[in-house]
């Protein structure tokens, strides 16, 4: 605990952590809140559609978003998204026929603001760079935060007695989190990266594609659990289970990102995300034989544990392999491809709960997950960036401004 003591004595720690706090609490609520006010149609199927097209029309935008930031800046693309977004979300909450439900669901995600894109660059003028995998870390636990609070939140505003409260909340801490974000000092002062005189177009980059492929399989298998979970409480006649599942998930994402946060630097990027993504394989494995109550709480306590430090080596890698002057864009990219299976995962997964079995749909998830773990164990030679230790020369560079001082 010492060193997340000392990373707080930077002053922009705080600034970054607490600003935008409500706004990833709103995406933490969103997609519950979505699901339960669509699923008062009494279709489950048409609810995980209306996720899906959410998540689709966010993802569709995200690497655009992302490279706009790193071309002009992030301090525009939040002042005009996150009013937008709000609008939406309380439009979605006044309607109640199904295809106005749909579509709205869908322009929602396309004027979804860059909170985290936009959060995870500052960390570089936040802090020295050999305090990054903390500051990840850190990062990461706020997130896993948001996802514990979120959930919570909107399961127990949409099963009371004023279920449309569930998207009004989501909306006022949207606008609170991504308004207090877009006026903070260090957000309005951050300044691109260079962009290189001979770029090269993203998708031509080895090590972009492989992390594309990878995320292929990671997006659509969350997908399918993100849906399947509320689907099997809600098909057993236990809804509010699905609070019980994702806090437990959440809280201990939480402490794996910590724990991934402690990590020596003597392990690499790479060998620290290889090495976890197979443990997370191996304890995805008795989730398809869970049941909404204790067994899916502890299975799903495992999941987001051992997710948790996946989040900070992955953090590492991209911010390895990544191109000059792509801070945002490449990370922007990678979410439009992955968030995009997602949705179709979400879709599919309520079409595989209603109409199959809710547990073949978590058993998705493991082996999408298992395929992720050999793709980045195959291609591992297009990521050899992020598996190199710093140098000497390296280490003293970093460490040559290691007194906590605002950058």
Known sequence: MKRYLELFRFPNVWVLVLSAFPARVSYGMVGLAIFFKVSSTQSIAVAGLAIGLNAAAGSFTAGIRGSVMDRYGMKWPLRILVPGYAAMMIALNLSHDRVTMLLLAFVMGLTAPPINLSVRPLWRNAVTDDWLRTAYAVDTAVMSTAG?????????????????SALIASAILMLTGGGSLAITKIARGWKPEKQPENKIPMWRLKPLQLLVIEGCFIGFGWGVFDVAVPAFAKIEHLPHRTAWIFTAMGVANIIGGLLGGLVSKKTTPLGALRKTYLLWFVVSLPIAFTYPGWSMVIGGAFLGLVGG???????????????????????????SIEGTLMSIGSASGGWISERYSPSLALGITTICIGCGYTILTLGRGRLSAANKLPTDEEDLAAMKDNSPTTQ
């Not at 127990?156 to 007695?161: E, F, I, P, Q």
């Not at 953090?315 to 792509?326: F, L, N, T």
């Open 148 to 164: 514990v609070v979120g959930p919570v939140i909107a399961t127990t505003l949409a099963l009371s007695s004023h279920p449309g």
């Open 309 to 335: 430090a996946i989040q900070v080596f992955y953090w590492e890698v991209m911010e390895a392999v990544r191109p000059q002057g792509s801070p945002s864009g490449m990370m922007g990219w990678l979410w």
